[in-house]
Protein backbone atom coordinates (compact mmCIF):
# COMPACT_ATOMS: atom_id res chain seq x y z
CA UNK A 1 0.00 0.00 0.00
CA UNK A 2 1.32 3.33 -0.63
CA UNK A 3 -0.12 6.80 1.10
CA UNK A 4 0.82 9.01 -1.41
CA UNK A 5 -0.18 8.69 -5.28
CA UNK A 6 2.84 11.07 -6.42
CA UNK A 7 5.25 8.66 -7.86
CA UNK A 8 8.68 8.60 -9.76
CA UNK A 9 8.40 5.38 -11.55
CA UNK A 10 6.96 3.68 -14.60
CA UNK A 11 3.90 5.82 -15.34
CA UNK A 12 2.48 2.86 -16.46
CA UNK A 13 2.41 0.98 -12.73
CA UNK A 14 -0.07 3.11 -11.52
CA UNK A 15 -2.25 3.53 -8.38
CA UNK A 16 -5.66 3.49 -7.41
CA UNK A 17 -6.97 5.07 -4.57
CA UNK A 18 -8.84 2.24 -1.93
CA UNK A 19 -12.38 4.11 -1.54
CA UNK A 20 -13.14 2.80 -4.95
CA UNK A 21 -11.30 -0.65 -4.35
CA UNK A 22 -13.66 -0.95 -0.88
CA UNK A 23 -16.19 -0.86 -1.90
CA UNK A 24 -15.98 -4.10 -4.54
CA UNK A 25 -14.87 -6.25 -1.82
CA UNK A 26 -17.55 -4.94 1.00
CA UNK A 27 -20.31 -5.91 -1.91
CA UNK A 28 -18.84 -9.28 -2.19
CA UNK A 29 -18.55 -10.25 0.98
CA UNK A 30 -22.08 -9.11 1.85
CA UNK A 31 -23.51 -11.08 -1.14
CA UNK A 32 -21.79 -14.32 -1.03
CA UNK A 33 -20.19 -14.17 3.05
CA UNK A 34 -16.93 -12.78 4.55
CA UNK A 35 -15.64 -16.72 4.09
CA UNK A 36 -15.93 -16.37 0.48
CA UNK A 37 -13.89 -13.00 0.23
CA UNK A 38 -10.93 -15.10 2.34
CA UNK A 39 -11.34 -17.45 0.05
CA UNK A 40 -10.28 -14.41 -2.68
CA UNK A 41 -7.51 -13.47 -0.62
CA UNK A 42 -6.22 -16.90 -0.88
CA UNK A 43 -6.58 -16.98 -4.20
CA UNK A 44 -4.48 -14.32 -5.42
CA UNK A 45 -1.32 -15.08 -6.88
CA UNK A 46 2.23 -13.70 -5.53
CA UNK A 47 2.78 -10.63 -4.45
CA UNK A 48 -0.59 -9.56 -4.33
CA UNK A 49 -1.55 -12.41 -1.58
CA UNK A 50 0.61 -10.80 0.39
CA UNK A 51 -0.87 -7.46 -0.01
CA UNK A 52 -4.54 -7.80 1.43
CA UNK A 53 -5.07 -9.40 4.89
CA UNK A 54 -7.78 -12.17 4.68
CA UNK A 55 -9.99 -12.40 7.71
CA UNK A 56 -10.30 -8.67 7.84
CA UNK A 57 -13.10 -6.26 6.75
CA UNK A 58 -12.36 -5.33 3.12
CA UNK A 59 -8.83 -7.57 3.22
CA UNK A 60 -7.72 -4.67 5.11
CA UNK A 61 -8.15 -2.26 2.12
CA UNK A 62 -8.50 0.80 3.61
CA UNK A 63 -10.58 4.19 1.62
CA UNK A 64 -7.46 6.84 2.13
CA UNK A 65 -4.91 4.04 1.11
CA UNK A 66 -3.33 4.19 -2.60
CA UNK A 67 -3.24 0.38 -4.20
CA UNK A 68 -1.33 -1.38 -7.43
CA UNK A 69 -3.94 -1.01 -10.08
CA UNK A 70 -2.58 -5.14 -10.74
CA UNK A 71 -3.78 -5.46 -7.56
CA UNK A 72 -7.04 -4.02 -7.71
CA UNK A 73 -7.39 -5.86 -11.20
CA UNK A 74 -6.43 -9.17 -9.45
CA UNK A 75 -8.92 -8.67 -6.92
CA UNK A 76 -11.60 -7.34 -9.31
CA UNK A 77 -11.04 -10.86 -11.49
CA UNK A 78 -11.44 -13.22 -8.65
CA UNK A 79 -15.08 -11.25 -7.26
CA UNK A 80 -16.23 -10.90 -10.64
CA UNK A 81 -15.23 -14.53 -11.88
CA UNK A 82 -16.51 -16.21 -8.15
CA UNK A 83 -19.92 -13.99 -8.41
CA UNK A 84 -20.52 -14.95 -11.80
CA UNK A 85 -21.26 -18.85 -10.55
CA UNK A 86 -24.80 -17.63 -9.05
CA UNK A 87 -25.35 -14.15 -11.31
CA UNK A 88 -24.64 -13.19 -14.51
CA UNK A 89 -21.54 -10.85 -15.01
CA UNK A 90 -23.06 -8.05 -16.21
CA UNK A 91 -25.50 -7.78 -12.84
CA UNK A 92 -22.11 -8.26 -10.80
CA UNK A 93 -20.59 -5.44 -12.31
CA UNK A 94 -23.79 -3.72 -12.13
CA UNK A 95 -23.79 -3.75 -8.55
CA UNK A 96 -20.04 -3.28 -8.10
CA UNK A 97 -20.24 0.13 -9.69
CA UNK A 98 -23.26 1.38 -7.79
CA UNK A 99 -21.80 0.59 -4.77
CA UNK A 100 -18.26 1.89 -5.81
CA UNK A 101 -20.17 5.43 -6.79
CA UNK A 102 -22.23 5.70 -4.32
CA UNK A 103 -20.03 5.46 -1.78
CA UNK A 104 -16.77 7.42 -3.04
CA UNK A 105 -18.92 10.10 -3.59
CA UNK A 106 -20.59 10.85 -0.50
CA UNK A 107 -24.28 11.77 0.49
CA UNK A 108 -23.68 15.33 -0.28
CA UNK A 109 -21.72 14.60 -3.71
CA UNK A 110 -24.41 12.23 -4.96
CA UNK A 111 -27.17 14.83 -4.07
CA UNK A 112 -25.63 17.75 -6.21
CA UNK A 113 -24.97 15.18 -8.52
CA UNK A 114 -28.99 14.34 -9.28
CA UNK A 115 -29.89 17.62 -8.60
CA UNK A 116 -27.53 19.57 -10.93
CA UNK A 117 -25.53 17.35 -13.36
CA UNK A 118 -25.92 16.37 -16.99
CA UNK A 119 -24.48 13.70 -19.24
CA UNK A 120 -22.57 17.02 -20.56
CA UNK A 121 -21.17 18.16 -17.65
CA UNK A 122 -20.65 14.33 -16.24
CA UNK A 123 -18.36 13.97 -19.40
CA UNK A 124 -16.24 17.39 -18.86
CA UNK A 125 -15.93 16.65 -15.50
CA UNK A 126 -14.54 12.77 -16.46
CA UNK A 127 -10.62 14.10 -16.12
CA UNK A 128 -10.83 15.66 -12.97
CA UNK A 129 -12.97 12.86 -11.00
CA UNK A 130 -10.44 10.19 -12.65
CA UNK A 131 -7.35 12.07 -11.26
CA UNK A 132 -9.27 11.88 -7.23
CA UNK A 133 -9.31 8.29 -7.64
CA UNK A 134 -6.25 7.07 -9.80
CA UNK A 135 -2.81 8.57 -9.53
CA UNK A 136 -1.90 8.29 -13.41
CA UNK A 137 -3.39 8.53 -16.38
CA UNK A 138 -6.01 10.48 -18.12
CA UNK A 139 -9.79 9.94 -19.74
CA UNK A 140 -11.95 11.72 -22.29
CA UNK A 141 -15.51 12.13 -22.68
CA UNK A 142 -17.76 13.06 -25.49
CA UNK A 143 -21.53 12.84 -25.47
CA UNK A 144 -23.76 12.76 -28.79
CA UNK A 145 -27.01 12.58 -28.18
CA UNK A 146 -27.93 9.46 -25.87
CA UNK A 147 -24.17 7.86 -26.04
CA UNK A 148 -21.50 8.78 -24.54
CA UNK A 149 -17.79 7.84 -26.09
CA UNK A 150 -14.86 7.40 -23.39
CA UNK A 151 -11.21 7.37 -24.15
CA UNK A 152 -8.85 6.29 -21.30
CA UNK A 153 -4.43 5.74 -20.84
CA UNK A 154 -4.08 4.51 -18.03
CA UNK A 155 -1.67 1.72 -16.03
CA UNK A 156 -1.28 -1.40 -16.21
CA UNK A 157 -4.82 -3.44 -15.41
CA UNK A 158 -6.78 -6.21 -15.69
CA UNK A 159 -10.33 -6.42 -17.89
CA UNK A 160 -12.22 -7.37 -15.16
CA UNK A 161 -11.15 -4.05 -13.24
CA UNK A 162 -11.39 -1.84 -16.45
CA UNK A 163 -15.22 -3.26 -16.77
CA UNK A 164 -15.52 -2.08 -12.93
CA UNK A 165 -14.67 1.59 -14.41
CA UNK A 166 -17.17 1.46 -17.26
CA UNK A 167 -20.11 0.08 -14.46
CA UNK A 168 -19.25 2.71 -12.31
CA UNK A 169 -19.51 5.17 -15.35
CA UNK A 170 -23.03 3.54 -16.08
CA UNK A 171 -23.60 4.67 -12.00
CA UNK A 172 -22.83 8.33 -12.46
CA UNK A 173 -25.11 8.84 -15.80
CA UNK A 174 -28.09 6.73 -13.99
CA UNK A 175 -27.27 9.70 -11.49
CA UNK A 176 -28.03 12.55 -14.23
CA UNK A 177 -31.39 11.21 -15.02
CA UNK A 178 -30.28 8.61 -17.92
CA UNK A 179 -32.72 5.70 -17.92
CA UNK A 180 -31.65 2.22 -19.31
CA UNK A 181 -27.74 2.85 -19.10
CA UNK A 182 -25.72 0.22 -20.74
CA UNK A 183 -22.53 -0.13 -21.41
CA UNK A 184 -22.74 -1.11 -25.77
CA UNK A 185 -19.12 -1.69 -26.18
CA UNK A 186 -15.88 -2.01 -23.96
CA UNK A 187 -12.40 -2.82 -25.61
CA UNK A 188 -9.25 -2.75 -22.88
CA UNK A 189 -6.14 -2.43 -23.50
CA UNK A 190 -4.82 -3.64 -19.98
CA UNK A 191 -2.91 -0.75 -20.56
CA UNK A 192 -0.82 -1.08 -23.16
CA UNK A 193 -2.50 1.65 -25.71
CA UNK A 194 -6.30 3.40 -25.28
CA UNK A 195 -9.29 1.81 -23.79
CA UNK A 196 -12.45 2.70 -25.02
CA UNK A 197 -16.13 2.50 -23.91
CA UNK A 198 -19.41 2.82 -25.82
CA UNK A 199 -22.56 3.92 -23.38
CA UNK A 200 -26.01 4.12 -24.10
CA UNK A 201 -29.47 5.53 -22.15
CA UNK A 202 -32.59 5.75 -23.74
CA UNK A 203 -33.95 9.18 -25.07
CA UNK A 204 -35.45 11.36 -22.39
Sequence with gaps: METDPQWEGDTRRGKAKGV??????????????????????????????????????????????????????????????????????????????????????????????????????????AQMFWRFYHSTGSISASIAGSTMHAVGNWGLHGEKWCAVVGASSVRVLELTGCRDVHVQRHTCSGGESSCEMTLRWSPR
Design 20 to 125: IIRPMLDWFAHAFGPDALAEVATSLEAPWRDEVVAGRPALGIVPTGWYDERLASALADAIVTRASRTMTEADALRAIGAMTVDRSLGRVSRAALEWFASPDTAAVS
